[in-house]
């Protein structure tokens, strides 16, 4: 029923793409230097094991499986370019933020970015993960959903932008609260305004009508 799709098989790690293996670097730097908390951490491992249940009991997968990217339109030149600036905002800026500030002694100033470049770096890589491991749609969505939420609380309700003071770098506690407000903007906009309302409805339809059975 799904002409796109292809068979389901093995995971193949060599379909995953350099973006994945450079999130995971990233991911995995900061985890390794202490940079990321706890919380965050035991969000990325009860997510990973809540997807497995969902992909083994409530959401199996079909013998033809498709990618959620091709769900959001690849080919789309709108799509693309709402994905390299989501990259480029998420991933790009407050990587390169946080390396200055290592570098030239800031670092708990630059640490106000380090949540939200953990999860979206985390995302970044379960998303592919599901996608080469063929799991279901609605699990492959939910990895979306789950860390665009936790970003967005992350964002609004646990960075304190008040907490960090230094007068010999306003400038550079501003570009950080900057980044922390346009990803607060940029995901919360992603979550409520393009996930919830648009591909949520098309992701279960695509499922259901290859799992009619379930209805």
Aim: glycine share 6%; with cysteine; net charge positive.
């Amino acid at each position: 029923m799904m002409s796109t799709g292809r068979r389901k098989g093995r995971m193949d790690i060599r379909r995953l793409s350099s973006v994945h293996y450079y999130t995971l670097s990233i991911a995995t730097i900061l985890f390794f230097t202490g940079m990321t908390n706890l919380q965050d951490v035991a969000f990325l491992v009860c997510s990973i094991i809540y997807l497995v249940f969902l992909d083994r009991v409530v959401f199996p997968p079909s013998n033809v499986s498709i990618s959620l990217l091709s769900v959001f339109g690849e080919k789309n030149l709108v799509v693309g370019f709402y994905l390299v600036f989501s990259a480029v905002i998420g991933i790009f800026l407050p990587f390169l933020y946080i390396f200055e500030g290592v570098v030239k002694g800031h670092s708990q100033i630059v640490s106000i970015v380090v949540p939200n470049l953990f999860l979206i770096c985390s995302q970044v890589f379960m998303e592919g993960v599901t996608d080469v491991c063929n799991f279901s749609l609605p699990v492959q969505l939910f990895v979306s959903i789950s860390y665009n939420l936790r970003i967005t609380i992350v964002n609004w309700l646990v960075v304190d932008l008040g907490s960090v003071k230094d007068q010999n770098s306003s400038w550079r506690l501003s570009a950080g609260q900057g980044l922390v407000f346009a990803n607060m903007l940029l995901w919360t906009f992603n979550l409520f305004g393009v996930l919830l309302p648009v591909f949520l409805p098309k992701v279960f339809k695509l499922y259901y009508a290859d799992h009619p059975k379930k209805y």
